[in-house]
C-alpha cells in the first residue's frame, strides 16, 4: 500500500509534496500581509485612488514609486510621505503618461534601480491611471473612444508589460494589480459611457490574458473592480449629471457610496503573499451594487 500523505509528512526522508511548499506555508499572518522590503510602483499615483493606496503600501511597509500626468501630487501627498517614513518606507514621484510606452518603460526601469540601490526590489505595480467621459455613444467621436482605449487599456498594458519584464529579467515573483470597473461587467443605468465601459471589460480579459502567460513566472496579475466611489472624476460626473447619485443608491446595499479608502486592505491583499494563490481573479468591491437587480 502507499504511504499516505500524513506519514510522508511526518518522516523528513519524504520531500514535501509540491502543493506544500508556497509562500503561506510558514509564515504567520501578519507577515503574509507585510510588503516590508518590496517596492511597487503606482501609476495615477498623483491623486484620488492611487495616491490612496499609495498610502496603503507604505502602512503595509512597502516602499512606492508614483506616476502621473500631474505636474505634482496633490496635498495628499504630505501625508503619504509622512506614513512612509513611520515605517520605514520610501516614496517618490514622476511624470509619466502611460500612453508613452517609451516614458514608462524608461520610468519602471529607473525605479527598478533605485529600488534594488535601496534593498527593497521591485516587486509589481499597480495600473491605477485611467480616464472617464460621459457621452452618448450616437455622440462620441472615434477620436474620443480611441483617446480613452489608449489612456485605459494601451496605457495598463504598458505598465504591466514593462513591470512584467524587469521582473521576469530578476528571475523573481511579484504581483500586478489593475484597477478595472464593475463598468466592466454590467451597464450603469443612467450613465452614457460606452467607450470607459469596454475600456474596462478589456482590462479584465487583459487581466486573465496575462495571467495565463505570467503564471509560470510566478508574477500574479488580478483586478480589482471598485463599484460606485467618491473621487474627483465621480464627483465631476455626479455634478454634470445630479440625478446619477439617486440611481447608484437605489442599488447601494450598504446604505453609502464608496470611499478609495475601501480599497487599501484589498490592495494590500492582493499585492501581497497572503494572496500567493489569488491569480487571474477580479475582486469586486462594490459594497454588493452587483449582487441584486
Given at each position: 500500500?502507499?504511504?499516505?500523505?500524513?506519514?510522508?509528512?511526518?518522516?523528513p526522508?519524504?520531500?514535501?509534496?509540491?502543493?506544500?511548499?508556497?509562500?503561506?506555508?510558514?509564515?504567520?499572518v501578519?507577515?503574509l500581509?507585510?510588503?516590508?522590503?518590496?517596492?511597487?510602483?503606482?501609476?495615477?499615483?498623483?491623486?484620488?485612488?492611487?495616491?490612496?493606496?499609495?498610502?496603503?503600501?507604505?502602512?503595509?511597509?512597502?516602499?512606492?514609486?508614483?506616476?502621473?500626468?500631474?505636474?505634482?501630487?496633490?496635498?495628499?501627498?504630505?501625508?503619504?510621505?509622512k506614513?512612509?517614513?513611520?515605517?520605514?518606507?520610501?516614496?517618490?514621484?514622476?511624470?509619466?503618461?502611460?500612453?508613452?510606452?517609451?516614458?514608462?518603460?524608461?520610468?519602471?526601469?529607473?525605479i527598478?534601480?533605485?529600488?534594488e540601490?535601496?534593498?527593497?526590489?521591485?516587486?509589481?505595480?499597480?495600473?491605477?491611471?485611467?480616464?472617464?467621459?460621459?457621452?452618448?455613444?450616437?455622440?462620441?467621436?472615434?477620436?474620443?473612444?480611441?483617446?480613452?482605449?489608449?489612456?485605459?487599456?494601451?496605457?495598463?498594458f504598458?505598465?504591466?508589460?514593462?513591470?512584467?519584464?524587469?521582473?521576469?529579467?530578476?528571475?523573481?515573483?511579484?504581483?500586478?494589480?489593475?484597477?478595472?470597473?464593475?463598468?466592466?461587467?454590467?451597464?450603469?443605468?443612467?450613465?452614457?459611457?460606452?467607450?470607459?465601459?469596454?475600456?474596462?471589460?478589456?482590462?479584465q480579459?487583459?487581466?486573465?490574458?496575462?495571467?495565463?502567460?505570467?503564471?509560470?513566472?510566478?508574477?500574479?496579475?488580478?483586478?480589482?473592480?471598485?463599484?460606485?466611489?467618491?473621487?474627483?472624476?465621480?464627483?465631476?460626473?455626479?455634478?454634470?449629471?445630479?440625478?446619477?447619485?439617486?440611481?447608484?443608491?437605489?442599488?447601494?446595499?450598504?446604505?453609502?457610496?464608496?470611499?478609495?479608502?475601501?480599497?487599501?486592505?484589498?490592495?494590500v491583499?492582493?499585492?501581497?503573499?497572503?494572496?500567493?494563490?489569488?491569480?487571474?481573479?477580479?475582486l469586486?468591491?462594490?459594497g454588493?451594487?452587483?449582487?441584486?437587480?
Open positions: 500500500m502507499a504511504p499516505s500523505l500524513i506519514s510522508d509528512l511526518e518522516h526522508s519524504h520531500a514535501v509534496p509540491e502543493s506544500f511548499q508556497t509562500p503561506t506555508a510558514a509564515a504567520a501578519p507577515a500581509f507585510s510588503l516590508a522590503g518590496k517596492t511597487v510602483a503606482i501609476t495615477g499615483g498623483g491623486r484620488g485612488l492611487g495616491i490612496t493606496m499609495a498610502t496603503a503600501v507604505v502602512e503595509a511597509g512597502g516602499s512606492v514609486a508614483c506616476l502621473d500626468v500631474l505636474s505634482s501630487p496633490t496635498s495628499e501627498w504630505t501625508k503619504l510621505e506614513a512612509a517614513a513611520a515605517n520605514s518606507a520610501s516614496a517618490s514621484y514622476r511624470i509619466c503618461d502611460v500612453t508613452d510606452e517609451a516614458a514608462v518603460g524608461a520610468a519602471i526601469s529607473e527598478a534601480a533605485e529600488a540601490a535601496q534593498d527593497a526590489p521591485l516587486w509589481g505595480a499597480i495600473a491605477c491611471a485611467g480616464i472617464q467621459q460621459q457621452i452618448p455613444a450616437l455622440e462620441c467621436p472615434a477620436a474620443d473612444f480611441d483617446r480613452m482605449m489608449k489612456v485605459n487599456v494601451t496605457g495598463v504598458n505598465t504591466c508589460k514593462h513591470t512584467a519584464r524587469i521582473l521576469q529579467d530578476a528571475r523573481r515573483p511579484g504581483s500586478i494589480v489593475i484597477i478595472a470597473s464593475i463598468s466592466g461587467n454590467i451597464a450603469n443605468r443612467g450613465l452614457t459611457c460606452t467607450a470607459y465601459n469596454s475600456s474596462k471589460a478589456a482590462v480579459q487583459m487581466c486573465r490574458s496575462l495571467a495565463q502567460e505570467w503564471g509560470e513566472y510566478g508574477i500574479r496579475v488580478n483586478t480589482i473592480s471598485p463599484g460606485y466611489i467618491r473621487t474627483a472624476m465621480t464627483d465631476q460626473l455626479l455634478e454634470e449629471n445630479p440625478k446619477v447619485k439617486d440611481k447608484w443608491m437605489a442599488g447601494a446595499l450598504l446604505g453609502r457610496l464608496g470611499a478609495p479608502e475601501d480599497f487599501k486592505a484589498p490592495a491583499f492582493l499585492l501581497s503573499e497572503g494572496s500567493s494563490f489569488v491569480h487571474g481573479a477580479d469586486r468591491v462594490d454588493g451594487h452587483c449582487a441584486s437587480a
